[in-house]
């Protein structure tokens, strides 16, 4: 009898953002006769309905708790031995792809000898250096230094992020880059613009909206008709207020938290800003360009660069610096028609991020491994 390929997806702290809107769109477009779909995750990807047939879920309880220990360390010891017991029910055709908490997993995987494939779309050294908890930041940093090595294969989301690795992981041959299967369509409308500039992102130090507000307060003393939205919601949310009230901006400033359809305000928006230090990939400025709204980015690690082909699809400046943000946001404000033009030329090859096309070589990498 004809026994399915069993693949476990292993997620333990859910969280809104690019990765999980990768792991729905692999998960839609997955063919359920070619595999049995078991996932590990603190929360339910999709609707009962939507999910029917397409997976087996596995929640993660908090069965272990350690004082002092951030949450999403505790989640992933407890959603190691979810993994645990899992595999010892699945039968010997049976590959494990990691999209989080990496070194747990491939930790159940050595115990249980089953093989299995890791994502990793972080840049390991800068995720490090900018991380908010510096002990534990390096902990992790040591024990993926250790582990990466048994892993027996690597994804990574862009060209960028596979180069960094390469001082990471002995056998470079493990790393394979397929960009993510992001975009479901490309659009071939237009829409009527209004005087914002929009960020969208989570209001963590990574995505530096510090530098954002700065550099908006400089762009405001020569443009100040605009209004800069930002789409997202995290712990910085209050600071990042008091920031915009010091510089008296507030007014100017709108904080709209998190929200699930964003793209009825980016369409509006005359350019999008993206000021992270660093960044796995960079979805959001996939949609912008989509959208045909023009780009200013932070030449952060690792995507950014490939997805505005290293400047003539958008606007690149250093991370970390106010001036040259808001220097770029004149410019491609001034110019916009040179603007729309950079826009088209991105646009063109935004079919590189197609979920039609990279689902495919995502599900037969991860077969490959069976």
């Not at 049976?94 to 050595?110: D, E, G, K």
């Not at 050294?125 to 510096?134: G, Q, R």
């Not at 404000?333 to 040179?338: G, L, T």
Request: hydrophobic share 40%; proline share 3%; aromatic share 14%.
């Amino acid at each position: 009898m004809y026994k399915k390929k069993n693949l476990v997806i292993f997620f333990p702290s859910f969280e809104k953002g690019g990765v999980a809107n990768v792991l729905r769109n692999l998960i839609k477009s997955q063919d359920s006769e070619r595999f049995s779909i078991h996932i590990i995750s603190s929360r339910n990807l999709l609707s009962s309905i939507e999910r029917k047939k397409r997976f087996a879920f596995y929640p993660v309880n908090s069965k272990i708790n350690i004082p002092f220990f951030p949450p999403r360390f505790t989640s992933a010891l407890n959603a190691m031995f979810v993994l645990i017991t899992l595999l010892k029910k699945l039968n010997e055709k049976t590959v494990v792809h990691s999209m989080q908490s990496n070194v747990a997993a491939i930790i159940a995987c050595i115990f249980k000898g089953i093989n299995i494939v890791i994502r990793n779309s972080e840049n390991p050294i800068y995720s490090t250096i900018h991380t908010e908890n510096k002990f534990f930041g390096w902990l992790v940093f040591c024990l993926k230094l250790l582990f990466y090595n048994f892993a027996d294969g690597i994804i990574t989301n862009s060209e960028g992020s596979a180069k960094s690795l390469k001082y990471f992981v002995f056998n470079n041959k493990k790393i394979y880059y397929i960009y993510n299967p992001y975009l479901k369509k490309i659009n071939k409308k237009k829409f009527k613009k209004k005087n914002y500039i929009i960020n969208i992102a989570r209001l963590r130090k990574q995505k530096d909206q510090k530098t954002l507000l700065y550099a908006f307060k400089l762009f405001q003393e020569k443009k100040d008709k605009y209004k800069l939205l930002i789409l997202g919601h995290g712990n910085l949310k209050n600071d990042l207020k008091l920031i915009s009230k010091e510089l008296k901006i507030s007014n100017k400033v709108i904080f709209m938290g998190w929200i699930k359809n964003t793209l009825p305000y980016l369409k509006k928006a005359k350019i999008f800003v993206l000021s992270s230090v660093y960044e796995g990939f960079g979805n959001v400025l996939v949609d912008a360009i989509n959208y045909n709204v023009p780009c200013v980015s932070t030449e952060c690690p690792s995507g950014p660069n490939e997805i505005l082909l290293n400047g003539r699809g958008g606007y690149l400046v250093k991370p970390k610096s106010s001036k040259q943000l808001a220097s770029k946001m004149l410019y491609c404000i001034n110019n916009y028609k040179e603007s729309l033009i950079k826009n088209s030329k991105a646009k063109i090859k935004l079919n590189r991020f197609l979920v039609s096309k990279n689902t495919k070589k995502y599900f037969n990498y991860l077969e490959s491994f069976i």
